[in-house]
């Protein structure tokens, strides 16, 4: 007996050639019917013996392309109409917008055995691509994902093309950016007077003047970047000069996965990692034949990735070593995408430009993971990941539509639909102009590709974060109620969520570590014990608060963190008469430190702030690294794990004692038992990693002991001061060993690019 039923297929389920496998399978199953997309997904409608129906779903759900990203399957009964006598697919269905879009997927196999096969008619294609790979996000304007609401609606197909195209058994059928030579986009090289080089080869004569020491800005899928011999001092240092980056590390494209291996230490998870069709910059130890030290100055590891798409790949068969390949941007302004764009702000920069003339929709920074305590770890979500839905627990599937800011640094936004938080790709720092005039204009893009309006909008509590007055300012003109989330509590809530904590289960204990974040009493909050569910939050513990003499200054000067801390925690006339044959107390001496004490004294322009970020500041810069100042977020930090990793094991490197009195973490025996050490002429890496076991110990045993305390089993670990491999290895070890269920993020970052999946979160629970 017949039965005709329609498939509802929600999730990432279009551009990724989901209607040729269902074409494929029931045909196979030898039913009739069709099947289109919509705004909601895919719809299928099949008619035959309920047993082969259910096959045929039970396969759909298996046997789904690799792209795909099933996240609901709905069958209901047709009722009316007769069998149709085949099986067809049928042009796509408008309407409100609940789909999913892929994000960019790096060259499959069988696209680059053609690209690098002679016979092949896409032999050496930069723009090859199927339904399995190829660009997604960053050529997308609208959704239904079809070949019109993308920027290669600038390309007709050519005969050969269009036939891949329409045919249900190719794996180019409905691939929309379908293209070879004959119709598609093309790549030129120029200099930079615009002059177009006379070759037929642009992508080969980029190569050689890579391997002759220049600069050659190459346009990708979401963006154009600068690239180097990875090998050539030289090279590199004209490149931090031109780029205005002094010290911050470099990326790194390799050829295969050998070539990395003469370079960085892989183990089975990073190559999986950097093998993925996601294919982001993996954070990898520094091994064996050393690159320019201009690459990754101060660092122990450094960031690589593979080839992800065809001009890549055709461009490192030429290159027998690495390239720097980073954004192509001044400093931290967002990275260009278009080619004017390019030419006018990269010029002085780049010798040559690799261009191409397939329009770059979306910007898309390559994202950043780091493998840390057993499991990759997102640093930076954008290329390859972006916009994947975040699941999250069942709880939120009837919450209202919202639309999280996220936060000053390391920006994102997040949209709550449907029960699943889309987390924009990385964006940048609002301070920046640009960027947050991009940041602007990404969340209309989302809106309108997503078909959303809000009806809440969540931001962080603190006033001066310009991602906090753009909500306020939307939620005015949209007439919206707005939700003000504290900052360390998004981190722990983010965690939470991305983990499938559900909204009525216990609280968790979060332990929240980051640079700077508004607190609830409008301190600066940075080093805190929360307990937390997604409603509410209470500070059970925190860092022991230190004065940041010239506030901001303090973040870019590490030194005057190291001078409020010893003294704050010691005395700094006691510290001066103790030490002062030391080079750092010498140091110290030389800088207004009166200024600074009646600064501190008075609390003028000396907030306090319990934050860990700092703490590790002013530890680096008493041991000589970063000292006088930092060139971007994070560095003193990050050069101190280095420094201190060699020695974390060491049996030498037993923790100094940090206490918890009076609910505060008291650094003041850190302190002194560093002072003590340099007095001995300790290593400075042996004092580091003293300081990294200590640290950790404490915090491991304060989240045990409230634990305890509170009746909790769940410690949750957030904010960007886990991104130290040191510390989140060793506050997560510490704490499983103790029978603590120890929550981290993976997909979402633990720095402020993760924010606004916290502020969903909380957004949504609150009321």
């Known amino acids: 007996m017949l039965r005709g039923e329609r498939i509802r297929v929600r999730g990432i389920v279009q551009g990724v050639g989901f209607r040729p496998t269902a074409w494929r399978l029931a045909k196979a199953q030898g039913l009739t019917g069709r099947v289109w997309n919509d705004a909601g997904g895919v719809v299928v409608e099949v008619w035959g013996e309920p047993a082969v129906c259910d096959r045929f779903v039970h396969a759909l759900k298996q046997d789904a392309p690799p792209l795909a990203v099933i996240e609901a399957v709905e069958r209901t009964p047709l009722v009316h109409g007769a069998p149709p006598d085949d099986f067809q697919i049928v042009v796509s269905h408008d309407g409100e917008t609940h789909t999913g879009v892929a994000p960019d997927a790096a060259t499959c196999k069988a696209c680059l055995r053609e690209v690098l096969d002679p016979a092949d008619r896409r032999y050496r294609y930069p723009f090859t691509n199927c339904t399995h790979c190829g660009p997604r996000l960053s050529i997308v304007r609208r959704i239904p994902y079809d070949r019109a609401n993308t920027s290669m609606a600038a390309f007709p197909m050519c005969p050969a093309c269009r036939s891949e195209y329409d045919d249900p ?273 990404m969340i209309q893009h989302y809106r309108r590709l997503f078909d959303f309006d809000p009806e809440r909008i969540v931001v962080d509590r603190h006033p001066g974060y310009l991602s906090t007055q753009v909500g306020r300012a939307l939620a005015d003109e949209l007439g919206i109620p707005l939700v003000e989330a504290q900052h360390h509590h998004a981190h722990i809530a983010a965690c939470m969520a991305e983990a499938g904590i559900r909204p009525e289960d216990a609280p968790v204990l979060g332990v929240a570590l980051d640079g700077l974040g508004y607190g609830g009493d409008g301190t600066l909050w940075g080093g805190e014990f929360l307990l937390a569910d997604y409603r509410r939050y209470r500070r059970l513990a925190h860092f022991q608060p230190v004065p940041m003499p010239g506030g901001a200054k303090a973040i870019h000067e590490p030194w005057r963190n190291t001078f409020a801390h010893l003294a704050t925690v010691l005395e700094w006339d006691t510290v001066r008469a103790r030490y002062g044959g030391l080079e750092l107390i010498r140091f110290l001496e030389d800088r207004p430190l009166d200024t600074l004490i009646r600064m501190m004294e008075r609390g003028v322009n000396s907030p306090l702030a319990s934050s860990a970020g700092r703490l590790f500041d002013a530890v680096a810069a008493a041991l000589g690294v970063c000292r006088e100042r930092a060139t971007y977020e994070g560095e003193a930090a990050i050069q101190l794990e280095a420094l201190s990793a060699p020695h974390v094991d060491d049996p030498a490197a037993a923790g100094y004692p940090v206490q918890l009195r009076a609910r505060q973490l008291d650094v003041a025996p850190l302190w002194q038992a560093l002072l003590n050490d340099l007095e001995q002429g300790a290593d400075p890496g042996l004092i580091g990693a003293r300081v990294h076991n200590g640290v950790a110990t404490a915090i491991a045993a304060t989240a045990d002991a409230l634990c305890r305390e509170h009746g909790l089993d769940t410690v949750a670990l957030g904010g960007g001061v886990f991104q130290n491999r040191l510390l989140l290895e060793g506050v997560g070890g510490r704490l499983r060993q103790g029978g603590r269920r120890v929550l981290a993020p993976r997909q979402a970052p633990a720095n402020d690019g993760g924010l606004s999946l916290g502020q969903v979160a909380v957004g949504c629970c609150r009321y």
Not at 406 to 417: P, Q, V
């Open 169 to 441: 058994a190719d794996r180019r059928f409905h691939a929309q950016p379908n293209a070879c030579s004959a119709c598609g986009p093309r790549v030129w090289l120029e200099d930079a007077a615009g002059t177009v080089a006379p070759t037929e080869d642009a992508i080969a004569a980029a190569a050689r003047l890579l391997c002759e020491g220049r600069i050659v800005a190459i346009k990708g899928i979401g963006g154009i970047h600068l690239a180097c011999d990875a090998a050539d001092a030289e090279g590199v240092r004209r490149l931090r000069i031109r780029k205005q980056r002094s010290r911050k590390a470099f990326a790194l494209m390799a050829r295969d996965l050998h070539q990395i291996q003469r370079h960085a230490r892989l183990d089975d998870g990073a190559r999986a990692v950097l093998s993925s069709s996601a294919a982001p910059i993996v954070i990898l130890p520094k091994a064996g034949i050393p690159l320019a030290e201009g690459v990754a100055p101060g660092q122990d590891t450094l960031g690589f990735m593979l080839p992800y798409t065809p001009l890549h790949h055709v461009l490192m068969q030429h290159m027998q070593r690495p390239i720097v390949l980073t954004s192509g941007n001044l400093s931290d302004a967002p990275q260009c995408i278009g080619n004017d764009e390019a030419r006018a702000r990269l010029h002085g920069v780049a010798d040559h430009f690799l261009l191409h003339d397939r329009e770059i929709a979306t910007r898309l920074d390559d994202s950043v993971v780091r493998i840390m305590d057993g499991a990759p770890r997102m640093l930076r979500r954008a290329r390859g990941h972006a916009p994947r839905p975040i699941p999250l627990p069942a709880a939120f599937r009837n919450a209202p539509r919202i639309l999280a800011m996220g936060g000053e640094l390391k920006s994102t936004f997040c949209l709550l639909r449907d029960g699943q938080a889309i987390l924009s790709q990385h964006l940048g720092d609002l301070e920046e102009a640009a960027t947050l005039r991009e940041y602007r204009r």
